[in-house]
């Protein structure tokens, strides 16, 4: 079992950054796709991004599509985090930002995932 504990969550103004954690805590953190989701108020829960696990201490990373080149997902495993670096964000942007664990195969919906954070909000405001 892992407990998810996410930060750096806040108030940007347009074209800003930000860097979200996502701290684990409990076993084999090395042995679990990570990912990240969102979601705005009204709407469903979306991906973001995900690390997944190909090997040992071999992941590769996957992205929505509309996401590319803006956000990164990074991971430490000797720190059991993982990071979410967001540049030139946009108001659309502005959600409830989760990170999550899994062992499965399956990376990209919600329901693929076992282990869920409380969520840090990022508002993308002038």
């Known amino acids: 079992q892992v407990q998810l504990v996410e930060s750096g969550g806040g108030l940007v103004q347009p074209g800003g950054s930000l860097r979200l954690s996502c701290a684990a805590s409990?076993?084999?953190?090395?042995?679990?796709?990570m990912g990240w989701f969102r979601q705005a108020p009204g709407k469903e829960r979306e991906f973001v991004a995900t690390?997944?696990?190909?090997?040992?201490?071999?992941?590769?990373?996957y992205y929505t599509d509309s996401l590319k080149g803006r956000f990164k997902i990074s991971r430490d495993d000797a720190k059991s985090t993982l990071y979410l670096q967001m540049n030139i964000l946009k108001p659309e942007d502005t959600a409830v930002y989760y990170c999550?664990?899994?062992?499965?195969?399956?990376?990209?919906?919600?329901?693929?995932?076992?282990?869920w954070g409380q969520g840090t909000q990022v508002t993308v405001s002038s």
């Open positions: 999550a664990a899994t062992r499965g195969d399956r990376y990209s919906r919600p329901d693929d995932y076992d282990y």
């Open positions: 409990g076993r084999s953190f090395s042995a679990y796709t």
């Open positions: 690390l997944r696990r190909i090997g040992d201490n071999d992941y590769y990373a």
